[in-house]
C-alpha cells in the first residue's frame, strides 16, 4: 500500500514563497515518476510539475515555469515544490502524485496511480 502525505501549504501574501513537501511511504519510491496537480474552487484539477525518477529531468506548466521548482530526494522518500513569486491565481488545493511508469505524458492526470490528501496553499492580494 502507498500513501502520500503532503505538508507545507498555507496562507502566504503575493510575491511570497512556500515550500510543499510529499513524503511516500510504502512502494518503490525511488522507481516513480512524480508529480504536483493543484485544483483550485469550481475548476479541473490541473498539472503544476512533475519530476523523473531519477531526478533528471523536470516538467512544468507554462503558468508556473520560472516560478516554481520541483525536485527530490530518494534517500528521504520526499518530493519538494519550491514556490516563489506566488501569485492570487496559484491559490488551490496542491496534490501530490506518483505514477508506477509514464507511458505519454507527465502532465496527464490519467498517468498516476496514487494520490495524497492534497494541500491548501492560499495567496492573498
Known amino acids: 500500500q502507498v500513501r502520500l502525505v503532503e505538508s507545507g501549504g498555507g496562507l502566504v501574501q503575493t510575491g511570497g514563497s512556500l515550500r510543499l513537501s510529499c513524503s511516500v511511504f510504502g512502494g518503490s519510491f525511488s522507481t516513480y515518476p512524480m508529480g504536483w496537480f493543484r485544483q483550485a474552487l469550481g475548476k479541473e484539477r490541473e498539472f503544476v510539475a512533475a519530476?523523473?525518477?531519477?531526478?533528471?529531468?523536470?516538467y512544468y506548466a507554462d503558468s508556473v515555469k520560472g516560478r516554481f521548482t520541483m525536485s527530490r530526494d530518494n534517500a528521504k522518500n520526499t518530493v519538494y515544490l519550491q514556490m516563489n513569486s506566488l501569485k492570487p491565481e496559484d491559490t488551490a488545493v496542491y496534490y501530490c502524485?506518483?505514477?508506477?511508469?509514464?507511458?505519454?505524458?507527465?502532465?496527464?492526470?490519467?498517468?498516476?496511480?496514487?494520490w495524497g490528501q492534497g494541500t491548501q496553499v492560499t495567496v492573498s492580494s
Open positions: 519530476i523523473s525518477w531519477s531526478g533528471g529531468s523536470t
Open positions: 502524485a506518483a505514477a508506477q511508469y509514464i507511458s505519454s505524458s507527465y502532465g496527464s492526470v490519467r498517468e498516476y496511480d496514487y
